[in-house]
């Protein structure tokens, strides 16, 4: 297998839409959904195995730039999720700045560190 691409993240979403498309196909009976899994199985395994190393970097790269986004806002999400038991996160009303204030302290003024203005929440 030396001189092969591998698996990269582009070649991870290709599989991970096989497997949803498979079960999909599964429940509502629909031939043509079979068929693309089919389509985009056989095309995730072409470009495993490829050797064209310079091209499927190409593709993984365009792949990560126009997912960049939705990544990052997952990522934000995950991160305010994992910090929810502990702190409050609250927008500026000014400049919607994310704040992160602890728990458990009552009511408090907030000052932005953005733009400076005050505003009270509960904490």
Known sequence: MMGRYGVDQFARFLNFSVIILLVISMLTRLGILYLLALVLMVYSYYRIFSRNRARRYAENMKYLQRT???RGAF???CRDMKTRRTHHIYRCPGC???IRIPRGKGKIAVRCP???MEFIKKS
């Open 96 to 98: 919607r700045q994310k």
């Open 75 to 77: 990522a934000t999400f």
């Open 68 to 70: 960049a986004r939705l």
């Open 114 to 116: 953005k733009c400076s």
